[in-house]
């Protein structure tokens, strides 16, 4: 089993910054993916970024890319993700995920890829 903590989330001018946090703890292992989705009210939940195990690359969705960095820190189990530039379509609650196993490349985007969910965070962006 792995529980995930998130942390960081709240309210932000457009354009400005925020930085979210999830810890994982418990069976965790190198080969772990995690990433961040979001879902909106009334919207299906999308992915935002992710990251291949302990030393995979991040990869990001369109709607972000450019704007949004995200982080891993083995040694904490903990990733995070850096949003800057913020819009009002980013207003949602962010969850972060993680895998049992390995995931194939061009399944990180998808939800199916993760066993394991946080809470989620919201994060509000208001103009």
């Known amino acids: 089993q792995v529980q995930l903590a998130e942390s960081g989330g709240g309210l932000a001018q457009v354009g400005s910054s925020l930085r979210l946090s999830c810890a994982a703890s418990?069976?965790?292992?190198?080969?772990?993916?995690m990433a961040w989705f979001r879902q909106a009210p009334g919207k299906e939940r999308e992915f935002v970024g992710g990251?291949?195990?302990?030393?995979?690359?991040?990869g990001y969705s369109n709607s972000v890319k450019g704007r949004f960095t995200i982080s891993r820190d083995n040694a904490n189990d903990t990733i995070y993700l850096q949003m800057n530039s913020l819009k009002p379509e980013d207003t949602a609650v962010y969850l972060c995920?993680?895998?049992?196993?390995?995931?194939?490349?061009?399944?990180?985007?998808?939800?199916?890829?993760?066993?394991?969910w946080g809470q989620g965070t919201q994060v509000t962006v208001s103009s």
């Open positions: 995920a993680a895998s049992s196993g390995p995931v194939l490349w061009y399944r990180v985007g998808n939800l199916r890829s993760y066993e394991y």
């Open positions: 418990g069976r965790t292992s190198s080969s772990t993916a």
């Open positions: 990251i291949r195990g302990r030393l995979g690359t991040p």
